[in-house]
């Protein structure tokens, strides 16, 4: 029972690298996000896929990208890394779309932080 | 936007005690979450609830739609129930608005 895998678990980057946050789960979900979390702040959302195919902006999307290459994986994208994106992201799926009643039960990965210098 | 509130911020407790740990919200919700995440970091779900009341084990949620408010009790809380508590909320799409958490400590 693997749920949702995202790797790296850390990784320390100095400022204009890029990198690639990779995220897998494997219980045929529809939706899938990317969330960051900071200090004293509650999870945001920075990009989301409602399905296959499909990709929207979030609250905090800007520098970052996103692919949602299967139904399977959903990639992150740092093109140009900046010390506001030190923090920690989460991976996560849903059956449907998390706001819907009954089947948008959340699945998180463990996490990755990320500490741009 | 929605705005969450959770209370209290942090809350400690001795081993036995029942905890309530509380959500509101300012806009009428289709789902709302409550969430775990341990102190290694990694997040599980509890529950997704839209109306009344669930339970597992010694976790009870419920809901009031019309008062915009849910509560999260544990009965006879355990070290192991150590961990920040999250509420989450969701109005039919994608975009749930998440609480900054409550931070429990139980005792030994």
């Known amino acids: 029972n693997a749920g949702v895998t995202q790797t790296p678990k850390f990784q320390v980057l100095k400022t204009g690298q890029s990198m690639t946050l990779q995220c897998a789960q494997d219980m045929n979900h529809n939706s899938m996000y990317w969330y960051r979390q900071d200090p004293g702040m509650g999870l945001r959302l920075i990009y989301y896929s409602a399905s296959e195919g499909t990709t929207d902006k979030g609250e905090v999307p800007n520098g970052y990208n996103v692919s949602r290459l299967n139904k399977r994986e959903f990639s992150l994208r740092l093109e140009s890394a900046a010390p506001s994106q030190t923090s920690v992201y989460f991976c996560?799926?849903?059956?449907?779309?998390?706001?819907?009643?009954?089947?948008?039960?959340?699945?998180f990965g463990e996490g990755s932080r990320l500490t741009v210098l | 936007k929605n705005e969450v509130e959770q209370s209290p911020q942090n809350l400690t407790a001795q081993e036995g005690e029942f905890i309530t740990i509380n959500c509101s919200y300012s806009v009428g919700i289709s789902a709302l979450h409550w969430l775990q995440q341990h102190p290694g970091g990694g997040i599980v779900s509890l529950f997704m609830?839209?109306?009344g009341k669930k339970k597992h084990g010694r976790l009870i949620a419920t809901i009031n739609i019309q008062e915009k408010h849910s509560s999260l009790h544990i009965t006879a809380s355990h070290p192991r129930d150590s961990a920040v508590y999250i509420c989450a909320v969701g109005g039919g799409s994608e975009k749930l608005v998440f609480g900054k958490g409550t931070k429990l400590t139980v005792n030994p």
């Open positions: 996560a799926s849903s059956e449907t779309l998390a706001g819907a009643a009954n089947t948008g039960e959340l699945f």
């Open positions: 609830l839209s109306s």
